[in-house]
């Protein structure tokens, strides 16, 4: 990949870059619900990622190239932007703007060109690679002297008010702070995390995309994430708790009186269980009990179904599938549109048990699903091979 983004760089720009730098993208294990309710969410940065290339010119100019689209953009250095109609564009932009605001050294002219092997629209973080790559190289280039967390909350911004989407800052964050063979159990509240060691040993960890977008999926997260909000304000009634994710589920069952409202007890419920099920998952993650790991994967799976109603009939159907000889467990995924889920196999069934999904799976749906082995990797960092 390097090797081919360098020699396309030297064509497109008719010079050789200066500057290499690499984000991954990012799988979320589990705990997107609690780590949005005051809780802790288990992720890790992946092998596949962003590169990105770049040198500076004396156009006054940021030109953004892809070799993965055909579509790119040249804007002038300027204290303000707005996101344009070519979408992918609008992830680095939005950090060029970011910079442009909080950086105290003056921004100029850049040639970039990207390329990126991350899975579009699976539940990966592609968008916040884009976004990190881009901020650790402007970081560099232009000697920002921003630190991490920065870059991070940088992005995170952008994403939010740039781009208008939504997003868990867990993405960015795990881009940035992953490392290889770890997961991170992190703390979104207070933005810090738990270094868990993440080998795998015998087992692999696959990524089923079933190829079908869940519509309305954001809104119905919406809904649920106000739902939570609902049942703390009910448990503030007899309690000073500033989120939901400060009681254990023992403690939960203490109180659940106190939510008049079926639904919003099982969200509620869920929520606070799946805090506990990062926290045991880590620890087997720590003992290298992966077969642990993976019925924890499924525990959370039935209780997104059972409890926070997250209806997906190819996910469910794929999990369902996945009930085979060596799977040690397997979850849905991600908190988007995408339709997608991690299931833990050992490597010694990974073939019997591809052939048996393709088959299974194509019986039901009529389609084949995409498959995508996933391996940790490091966070953001510059390349030095330039």
Excluded at 41 to 54: D, K, R
Excluded at 105 to 113: D, F, H, K
Excluded at 129 to 135: D, G, R
Excluded at 374 to 386: F, Q, S
């Amino acid at each position: 990949m390097i090797r081919a983004l360098d020699e396309a760089f030297k064509k497109i720009y008719k010079e050789d870059p200066q500057h290499a730098f690499f984000a991954p993208g990012q799988v979320n294990f589990l705990g997107e619900q609690s780590a949005c309710n005051g809780g802790f969410l288990l992720a890790a940065a992946i092998s596949q990622g962003t590169w990105l290339m770049a040198s500076p010119n004396d156009k006054n100019k940021f030109v953004l190239r892809t070799l993965d689209q055909d579509d790119y953009a040249e804007v002038m250095v300027s204290p303000h932007y707005r996101s344009t109609n070519v979408d992918w564009v609008n992830y680095p932009l939005g950090i060029i703007s970011r910079f442009m605001q909080e950086a105290t050294a003056p921004l100029s002219g850049l040639n970039i060109l990207f390329s990126g092997n991350v899975p579009q629209e699976v539940g990966l973080s592609s968008s916040a690679s884009i976004e990190m790559v881009t901020a650790f190289a402007l970081d560099h280039i232009f000697g920002g002297g921003f630190s991490k967390i920065d870059l991070v909350k940088m992005a995170r911004a952008a994403e939010a008010g740039f781009v208008d989407e939504a997003c868990a800052v867990a993405d960015q964050y795990t881009v940035a702070f992953g490392e290889k063979n770890i997961a991170l159990m992190l703390n979104g509240d207070a933005l810090t995390h738990q270094a868990v060691p993440c080998r795998l040993g015998e087992y692999a960890l696959l990524l089923i995309d079933t190829g079908r977008s869940r519509p309305g999926s954001a809104s119905r997260w919406n809904e649920r994430l106000d739902q939570c909000h609902r049942a703390l304000k009910m448990l503030q009634q007899e309690s000073s708790l500033q989120s939901l994710c400060e009681l254990t589920p023992d403690r939960f069952q203490q109180q659940a009186h106190l939510i008049s409202d079926a639904d919003i007890a099982a969200r509620a419920r869920h929520v606070i269980e799946e805090n506990a099920r990062v926290q045991r998952a880590a620890e087997a993650l720590q003992k290298g009990e992966l077969e642990l790991f993976g019925q924890i994967l499924t525990d959370s799976h039935t209780s997104l179904r059972q409890l926070y109603e997250i209806p997906s009939r190819e996910q469910d159907l794929v999990v369902e599938i996945s009930q085979h000889k060596g799977v040690a467990g397997a979850r849905m995924t991600g908190v988007g549109g995408g339709g997608s889920v991690l299931v833990l196999v050992h490597q010694a069934e990974l073939k019997n048990y591809r052939n048996h999904l393709f088959k299974e799976y194509k019986n039901v749906t009529g389609a084949e699903p995409d498959i995508h082995r996933i391996r940790t990797g490091n966070g953001a960092h510059r390349l030095t091979h330039v």
